[in-house]
């Protein structure tokens, strides 16, 4: 699949993939200097990219494992979501969920993108739902393994 990527700054840098399989493609820091995320607070980091999505996929943000894991650094709202409709600036709103500042680093990679298909689903309201053996049991219904 290929997806038009606009550089909206010249020294925005194309998602790419780190490996051969990899299911995320980075996101690169678009930026003039060092941004430092101080402890428990959060940052918008632009990419410097907007991108051109086909109709059915929309393109999620996630952690970089790495970032999150040994820095505390991953997206403030768990999960980005970028429509196919949407052609302005990717960003990242990065957070600290540490207790040290951190630095992100010009050209820096801050998150992943994955491109996935989705359904858009009709709701229709109904006066009942089918049984099913967990019926309305919510958190922590299924068990404690």
């Known amino acids: 699949m290929k997806i038009n990527v606009k550089k909206l700054n010249e020294k925005a840098i194309l998602p790419s993939y780190g490996s051969e399989y990899a299911a995320g493609a980075d996101l690169y820091a678009c930026i003039d200097s060092e941004v430092i995320v101080a402890p428990h607070t959060t940052v918008m980091i632009p990419t410097g990219i907007a991108l051109e999505l086909p109709v059915g996929y929309a393109g999620f943000i996630y952690a970089r494992s790495g970032l999150a894991f ?16 949407y052609r302005g600036e990717v960003k990242v709103a990065l957070h600290n969920h540490g207790e040290t500042e951190q630095v992100v680093a010009v050209g820096e990679r801050v998150a992943q993108l994955v491109v996935a298909p989705y359904i858009t689903a009709q709701f229709e309201e109904a ?7 967990r019926g309305a049991g919510g958190f922590g219904s299924t068990g404690t393994k």
Not at 127 to 133: A, C, D, G, I, K
């Open 70 to 85: 040994k820095r505390n650094l991953a997206p403030a709202n768990k999960v980005g979501v970028v429509d196919c409709d």
């Open 127 to 133: 006066e009942e739902l089918s049984s099913t053996v």
